[in-house]
């Protein structure tokens, strides 16, 4: 079966961190960009950053920049989101998403469908 599969979301407090996982499973993460994504209740989804499928590139949404980080472990089929300096505004369900590309389109963070898999998300919760 081809999917993603996110984990390490859970509560944690302002100015705490997380490290997200993205796993795939059925196919190679080596010819796919990966995009990371959140969407909070009632809010539409937010394009959060996109990796290149070699990791050379990066595109960051104004609001994570200097503060998230992703990383691709191809040994383990698995892309991480490391989020530093996290905000009460950071709360949401994460989501990461694969497209067969090497690079980012330029619409990365607003063209949904153009992907070809999504993970079921996990949720991550800033609050003290």
């Known amino acids: 079966q081809l999917q993603l599969v996110e984990s390490g979301g859970g509560l944690v407090q302002p100015g705490g961190s997380l490290r997200l996982s993205c796993a795939a499973s059925g196919f190679t993460l080596d010819y796919y960009t990966i995009g990371w994504f959140r969407q909070a209740p009632g809010k539409e989804r937010e394009g959060v950053l996109c990796?290149?499928?070699?990791?050379?590139?990066?595109n960051y949404a104004d609001s994570v920049k200097g503060r998230f980080t992703t990383s691709r472990d191809n040994a383990k089929n698995t892309v991480y989101l490391q989020m530093n300096s996290l905000k009460p505004e950071d709360t949401a369900v994460y989501y990461c998403a694969a497209k067969r590309r090497p690079q980012c389109s330029s619409s990365w963070s607003r063209l949904f469908i153009d992907y070809d898999y999504w993970g079921q998300g996990t949720q991550v919760t800033v609050s003290s």
């Open positions: 990796i290149s499928s070699s990791s050379s590139r990066t």
